[in-house]
């Protein structure tokens, strides 16, 4: 059930778009998703503040860039900057997956994913920087769909197509992890 929540917020993206597209051809059927996205990342956040008395720190941060980039798209009335966003907030992401490398002593992946699985030294770097070339491929695909095809297009590789292959490249990372994670030894081993 969490797992659908946690989509709450696209579900609502792609339906606003679809059903105002459906009763509406002026153009505008993004802007009312993109409304739509920011209203169910809100109540996404609120409904875990009231159930758990706490919020995740990426649905925090969710909702933040969602009501600013969301806000700039609605403000700005531009059907390009929200197609351009996604590709800026992709290549943002692989930004920092890189540039965690550099700054600190882990790396964003080691530092999201240390306390559930235990691998070596070498797989972390490995590992984010995997990461950090998805989301700059990711960047550049987008810009490859959002320039070859129409916005309705656009809006289903948006929700479908990245999601997706977010889904792939996931399995394909446990994959890879599988071979590398080390086993705790029972107590009685030991």
Do not use: C
């Not at 929700?159 to 992890?177: A, E």
């Amino acid at each position: 059930m969490k797992f659908l929540f946690d989509f709450f917020p696209l579900i609502a993206f792609y339906a606003a778009y679809q059903i105002y597209k459906s009763y509406n051809d002026d153009g505008k059927a993004i802007f009312v998703a993109t409304g739509a996205i920011i209203i169910a990342t809100m109540i996404q956040v609120a409904y875990n503040w009231f159930k758990h008395r706490k919020v995740e720190k990426m649905h925090i941060i969710t909702v933040v860039l969602v009501t600013l980039f969301g806000g700039l798209t609605i403000a700005l009335q531009d059907p390009a900057f929200i197609k351009w966003k996604v590709t800026i907030v992709n290549w943002l992401f692989g930004i920092v997956f890189v540039g965690s490398h550099f700054i600190g002593k882990k790396t964003i992946a080691e530092r999201m994913l240390s306390n559930a699985i235990e691998v070596s030294d070498k797989i972390w770097p490995r590992l984010n920087m995997g990461w950090a070339l998805f989301f700059i491929s990711m960047g550049f695909l987008n810009i490859y769909v959002f320039m070859n095809y129409d916005e309705e297009a656009w809006v289903g590789f948006k929700v479908y197509g990245m999601l997706g292959l977010t889904f792939v490249f996931v399995v394909i990372q446990g994959l890879y992890l599988s071979r590398h994670i080390i086993e705790e030894k029972p107590a009685d081993e030991e």
